[in-house]
């Protein structure tokens, strides 16, 4: 199963994303600052953030007006944004030198001038918060964000983590994260409470499932001590469970199968490590 099979229903949406995402590099005051956002937004990546956010958006309203589209489009580019930040940031902390084969900002402009870049795309995504979105959502993001901050803490200062601990990172890091993308993209176009929690759910159990697979495939010590490749399993079978009362559509069926592509993406690389 290839990803574009997947975001197929959603071509329009991305293609206006990656507009707007260029843009933003664009309207900067300064050329510096121009060419070093340009250049952090062409490495590659599948925007899944964005996909999953666009896709929880059509399963509950296939039919936008354009102010609803713009709005949808505004949250994808601020939840890209923190989430972009978040990267440099944890590669100036990590000490890494490649991103999907590319070099890293810090790699290629210094560790100051991407502490400050990673400072540059947060206060971007929050004033777009702020200024486009319902308050609740940049309430949403400032608690996420702060999570995030303090899951990094806790594995800065957790070098041999136990279970729970373990569990409370990757939380932290990336589970919760994309719970917010789910649950505000269903939000944004209206859904209910009911519905809301239960794509809450389905990206809280699909980001703990992508996490454990991907510590896996980097053959973390600490990931393969506190919990097995089937519970990593079992989280994403939760996020297909998470959804099962969700009205049919293909945006549903979407999303399905992206918990399928992320099982047969990742299981015969963990396989290969184990």
């Not at 589970?175 to 859904?191: Q, T």
């Not at 239960?198 to 499932?209: D, E, I, P, Q, T």
């Not at 991907?214 to 600490?222: F, K, T």
Request: with cysteine; charged share 25%; hydrophobic share 40%.
């Amino acid at each position: 199963m290839r990803f574009d099979e997947i975001s197929i229903l959603i071509i329009k949406e991305l293609n206006q994303f990656e507009s707007e995402l260029k843009n933003i590099a664009s309207k900067l005051d300064s050329t510096v600052a121009q060419d070093i956002f340009t250049y952090f937004f062409s490495i590659p990546g599948k925007r899944l953030r964005p996909t999953l956010t666009f896709l929880c958006a059509g399963a509950i309203n296939g039919e936008l007006t354009p102010s609803a589209e713009h709005n949808l489009i505004q949250l994808a580019i601020g939840l890209e944004l923190i989430h972009s930040a978040s990267l440099i940031h944890d590669d100036i902390i990590d000490g890494d030198l490649l991103r999907r084969g590319q070099k890293t900002l810090n790699k290629t402009f210094g560790n100051k001038i991407a502490v400050l870049a990673g400072d540059a795309l947060y206060s971007r995504a929050f004033t777009i918060f702020s200024d486009t979105l319902p308050r609740e959502f940049a309430q949403v993001m400032g608690r996420v964000t702060e999570s995030m901050s303090v899951a990094e803490i806790l594995n800065a200062n957790n070098p041999s983590p136990d279970r729970e601990t373990y569990f409370e990172i990757i939380l932290g890091k990336t589970a919760s994260f994309m719970s917010a993308c789910c649950m505000l993209g269903a939000r944004i176009v209206g859904a209910t409470e009911e519905e809301c929690n239960m794509l809450s759910k389905y990206g809280k159990n699909l980001g703990m499932a992508y996490q454990i697979l991907d510590d896996y495939i980097d053959e973390d010590s600490i990931a393969m001590r506190n919990v097995t490749i089937e519970e990593g399993f079992e989280f994403a079978y939760n996020a297909k469970a998470s959804i099962e009362n969700l009205k049919d559509s293909a945006y549903k069926q979407s999303l399905i199968m992206l918990v399928d592509y992320v099982l047969d993406f990742y299981s015969p690389k963990v396989e290969n490590a184990l």
